[in-house]
């Protein structure tokens, strides 16, 4: 199968066809990423307003009352990728509770990150014990979920904080269960959540364990 959609390394991946698939995201599941990103726009005298779910809208000057220009923001969130992602700070447990599902699963780091921070990304993931095969995704991420869950004939499960991305892989993969994560604590309130459709568990382990019984890897 040849889909140009796909991201390339996807198909070389080496996956275990017997048993479960875990495909987790990196930003706000993983890794802290509004944390850092705030921290990096510090830096250059900007400030972060949690007011809504929303990225390049919450950025102000001090004192400002209008957000800056959205371009200018997404400028700031390249620079970051680029060049100071590797800064951001792990979610609590996230690394526990991975290390506990390896055991009896596959797992793989599906990212929406720009293709410029691979290298960084990939270092950052081994820097935090999570030496997992990573995948570069652009755009929704349900094709690559299928195509991910469709080298398995074990369960497979997709992690990911953003409606849009578990959306996608809800048409794409329908059989893969979906649980939405949000890890920034000041996010969380704010997030678009469909709970009827994908289960929200915001914390790990608790959600490791979720993982784990949608999986089968624990008697309920
Ligand atoms: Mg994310």
Known sequence: M???RLPPELLSLRIDAEAPLIIVDVDEVLGLFMRGFEGFIGTRGLEMRIERFALFQNIFRPGASEHL??????RLFDEYFEHHAETMD????AADAL???AQNASIVILTNAPAQSRVGRARWLIKHGLPYSLVVNAG??????????ARTRGTAAF????LPNLDSAADAAPAVARFQMVADERLRPLA???????????VWPELG?????????VRR
């Open 2 to 4: 040849t889909d140009t």
């Open 69 to 74: 220009d959205i371009a200018e923001g997404r």
């Open 90 to 93: 792990i979610a609590p447990g």
């Open 99 to 101: 290390t506990t599902l």
């Open 140 to 149: 929704p991420k349900g094709p690559a979920v299928a195509a991910l869950a």
């Open 159 to 162: 992690i990911d904080d953003l």
């Open 192 to 202: 678009f959540s469909a709970p009827q459709r994908h289960r929200r568990i915001d």
């Open 209 to 217: 364990e979720a993982i784990a019984e949608s999986l089968g890897l």
